[in-house]
């Protein structure tokens, strides 16, 4: 089946539009493909297609329904290699981990086919007699999922898995970087019988006139988003005039503690999954390594080690595990993020400046000596740099963890049972890894507190997201 597609998805037809943007490869440079550019009035035509298709599609039954995902999901795991290969050439992630999230993408669609049949309601002892309550579940209606180049079809399907599951019918704007898996995508939901309308994808350069479309319209009665925290911000406000359900899964900044009485090896593993990751791209990622003193000299040798030996290369290198940053706006970030910290102090262990290798690649870095005041410490750095501050106390490591407006995931290492409980409980985050540093899977309940957003994905708290509560009350039963 033909995987690579250029144009948008609407109402079931394939929209070429009158101009293109051009999608590049982040290792090389090199033009992958040409993908149409849709903005405003294209946008509105997708709502109303949605908008059309909706009826019938909440009106079949959670199983019918669940049967065309599976068979969605099916095809997206036939077609792995080839999904895993377009998501590395648009992206950037190295193949392996590009596998990885097609598999770790079709298990939302999957998971949420089978959940959706219990969006069961309840039914409620009346105060009152002669009457009877009860509570049933529907769908919300039209959603719009905007969503990031980190993860081009997890992010997705993280969404449109449960929408569609719970009967709602989608918009979905992918990220101007990675469109095409967005479409490959939207292709193998056709050939699953996914019906005209329930799922468009409008391609564009115009994100911010896509949006006000998507948020003004009161025929959309929900926004999810994934991304960087001001657009979020922007976006909670555009939705204010239609007092539209939303989800916002915005930045984070996750602290990644490591006590004294911690398991120096799995420690070191576990920053390394979380740390480095997608080359550092992912909201979860560990952002600031809170580093006990007891252990801390022997954690920055054995993680500097580690480090030191990991192979950047484009993502379709052999034995690639840190591939290119995204653009050029990223390289930049880390860049002066890193320059600015060694200028107040922070020591290189390893890294420290962009690899040899000409494009987009930056080496992963160790840095000890960081403290709480620098740049890098209280901003998302989004790529492969391990900044790691010292501490003495509990009291101070949950402090300093706490010291953001932020707070998606976090991390912490210990053997003690009574800190484990006491430090997961201090911590103000949505997630925590404890003795873990990869934490992602549908089954759990994905999302922040603070400023990295609201509403949770994944789980049955995921497609709670896409139902309303109808509440029944039958009077004159005697
Ligand atoms: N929470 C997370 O997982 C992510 C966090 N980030 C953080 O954000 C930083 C910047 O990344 P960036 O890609 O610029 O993130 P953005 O928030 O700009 O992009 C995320 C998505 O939002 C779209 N978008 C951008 N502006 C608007 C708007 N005004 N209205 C509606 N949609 C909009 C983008 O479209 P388009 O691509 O066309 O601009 C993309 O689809 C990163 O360094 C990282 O810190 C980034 C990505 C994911
Ligand atoms: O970066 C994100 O937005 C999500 C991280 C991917 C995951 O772990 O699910």
Redesign the pocket.
Known sequence: MRLVETAALIDGHWIAGASTFAVTNPADGTLIAEVADLGAAETDLAIAAAHRAFPAWAARTAKDRGAILRRWSDLILAQADDLARLMTAEQGKPLAEARGEVVYGASFIDWFAEEAKRSYGHTIPSPMPGKRLASIKQPVGVCAA?????FPIA?ITRKVGPALAAGCTVVV?????TPLSALAMARLAEAAGLPAGVLNIVTG?D??G???VLCADSRVRKLS????TP??K??YGQCAGTVKKLSL????NAPFIVFDDADLEAAVEGAIASKYRNTGQ??VCANRLIVQSGIHDAFVARLTARVAAMTVGPGTGEGVTIGPLINDK?LV?VESLVREAVAQGARVETGGARHDLAGLFYQPTVLSGATADMRLFQE?I?GPVAPIVKFETEAEAIALANATPFGLAAYFYSRDVGRCWRVAEAIEAGMVGINEGLISTEVAPFGGVKESGLGREGASEGLEEYLETKYLCFGGVG
Do not use: D, Q, R, Y
């Not at 899964?249 to 984070?252: A, K, M, Q, R």
């Open positions: 905007i969503a990031p180049w980190n992010m704007k992918p990220a101007a970087e350069l994100a911010s896509i949006g006000k988003f994934t991304g960087s657009v979020g922007t976006l899964e915005l930045g984070g992912t909201c990223a970030k998302e989004f």
